[in-house]
């Protein structure tokens, strides 16, 4: 059986956990109430619930049913990415006792447990590959997956890495036709009758991100060989097919998937930009690749994020808690030490809270997030949902001192329901990093572009231009802007003094040229950086 998630902690395991982040919120499965509950300590409601249909036998809003009906609007067998994907990574990571369930929402036969499905662990057994063990072995494998992603190889190069990926072929072959489907729906898992907290208490979330993210990897690696091996077309299917495959997985209503979707995008661009830097393409090649990654779709608006997804797990959470699942609250030792937790569940069990209040409080947020998220101007938008996040900070802290305070004291219930509802709602995200974070991805994809524009023109000319102006309408149809200025500017761009090389920087999201010093430099910076040195380059 598949172990409980918590949210928190699976942010941080994907790389994805951003400064003052989620809530810790636990998903444990054995949270059940102690007493069955007597009426419903809260009133469905648009302004409460947000939905007062679907509900459950007990009257409460069904979130599963509700999010599983709008995400699978539209959705058959033949139009549907996660189809393909499944068939191609298998059923592991979906809890056996909830298989049954989750392929007949998806409208399939249940897969087979055992097949010839992709392996998130790059271990043995494969055909041909030796049982690799943590140690030199182990090791050696590691620098040679490493080397396959980075820069064109050909398959006597790296014999290990080539039998990995023909041992994958198959499965990689499902993935690629899969981005070709328009549509990518995985539905939730049912919870049991009696869950307090059906959605993010018990429901689970399916992210498929281990076997996912093993794919995206692969195929970029299997690009670099079909660039060394001369079968160009090929390569860039791979490379196309990584950016469509982030752009389904961010269509789900879930800041995790978005997160995924992003992390996914990251490794495709550095593909993109090794095959430009060191694919030695014709400048025809190089400006067909450009285009088409040009045509690729947006990503999908984060605004369905707040106006569905998210405001549902924080409405079906805090139900949980109003109807005794105060086990929920455990993750919150992030905030509190135990024992204060602890203080606060048994407060929570001897106190009458509002929750009708809590709920509006959600819904308010969730509202404010999303009119914030309709901003057309992304540097508006950036100051907007900031001015949101430091007011939330500002309520979060006051709230915890004020919940501190009075939890070892006979409380006013009043007093309570206000101080719990803004540490516990204030706390839902930052999400002016989330934002932050996507407005990266977007200009590291831009820089991208850009990159294989000036591949074109080197390709073309023998040398890299002495301006990014040189390159409209040729080699790209128009300059991005760099999206981190306040005003509309291109990326700073300076190519050395004989065109071999350049450095290409976005300001990042600080807004200030830092000289194009990033994170790991000294001193640091922000800048998002590609260079190109002279010795990257391969000649058509």
């Known amino acids: 059986m598949t172990a409980p998630i918590d949210r928190r902690e699976f942010l941080v395991s994907t790389g994805a956990a951003v400064a003052g982040g989620w809530a810790a919120v636990s998903l444990a499965a054995d949270e059940r109430p102690e007493a069955p509950a007597k009426g419903l300590p809260f009133r469905v409601s648009k302004e409460t619930t947000y939905i007062t249909e679907p509900l459950r036998p007990d009257g409460s809003p069904d979130y599963v049913a509700y999010l599983d009906a709008t995400m699978s609007r539209g959705i058959t067998p033949e139009n549907n990415a996660a189809v393909l994907y499944l068939k191609a990574i298998g059923p592991g990571e979906i809890p056996e006792e909830k298989r049954a369930a989750f392929f007949a929402k998806l409208g399939i036969d249940p897969l ?27 090791q050696r494998f590691e620098k040679a997956f490493d080397r396959a992603g980075e820069s064109p190889w050909k398959s006597a190069d790296l014999p290990a890495i080539a039998r990995l990926l023909e041992h994958n072929a198959e499965a990689l072959r499902l ?13 939730l898992f049912d919870a049991p009758p009696d869950a307090v907290s059906p959605l993010a208490g018990e429901g689970f979330f399916p992210h498929l991100i281990g076997d996912l993210r093993s794919a995206v990897r692969l195929l970029v690696r299997q690009a670099m060989l079909h660039i060394g091996e001369g079968r160009t077309a090929e390569a860039m299917d791979d490379l196309l097919a990584c950016h469509l495959l982030a752009r389904h997985v961010a269509r789900r209503s879930f800041l995790v998937d978005r997160l995924i979707g992003t992390a996914f995008e990251q490794i495709a661009r550095s593909g993109d930009v090794a095959l430009a830097q060191q694919g030695g393409l014709s400048a025809d090649e190089l400006r067909g690749f450009g285009a088409r990654l040009a045509d690729l779709p947006p990503f999908p ?31 919150y030792e992030f905030l509190w030490d135990r024992d204060t937790v602890e203080r606060v569940q048994d407060l929570l069990a001897n106190t009458d809270l509002d929750w009708n209040a809590s709920l509006i409080r959600i819904n308010e947020l969730h509202d404010a997030l999303a009119d914030a998220t309709r901003i057309e101007s992304r540097a508006a938008r950036r100051v907007a949902v900031g001015r949101i996040d430091r007011e939330n900070e500002k309520r979060m802290q006051a709230a915890r001192v004020e919940l501190e305070r009075i939890v070892d004291r006979k409380a006013v219930p009043a007093r309570v329901s206000k101080a719990f509802t803004e540490v516990v709602v204030s706390d839902v995200m930052m999400t002016s990093s989330f934002l932050t974070a996507e407005d990266r991805r977007d200009a590291q994809f831009d820089l991208a572009r850009i990159a294989v524009a000036l591949a074109a023109h080197r390709a073309e000319h023998g040398r890299h231009p002495a301006s990014l102006a040189d390159l409209a309408p040729k080699q790209i149809a128009a300059i991005p802007d760099d999206l981190f200025r306040e005003k509309p500017q291109p990326p ?49």
Request: proline share 11%.
């Open 112 to 138: 087979p447990a055992e097949g010839k499905y992709i392996d998130g662990r790059f271990g043995a057994p494969f055909p041909d590959l030796p049982d690799l063990t943590p140690g030199s072995d182990w």
């Open 175 to 187: 993935i690629v036709e899969g981005t070709k489907r328009p549509e990518y729906y995985l539905p």
């Open 301 to 331: 608006p984060i605004i369905d994020v707040y106006m569905h997804g998210e405001r549902c797990f924080q409405l079906d959470f805090t139900i949980g808690l109003s109807r005794g699942g105060r086990g929920m609250l455990k993750g």
């Open 492 to 540: 700073v761009y300076r190519p050395n003094d004989d065109g071999t090389g350049y450095v290409l920087y976005s300001v990042g999201p600080n807004g200030k040229d830092d000289d194009a010093r990033t994170i790991g430099d000294e001193p640091a910076g922000d800048d998002l950086v590609i260079r190109n040195l002279p010795s990257m380059a391969v000649e058509p």
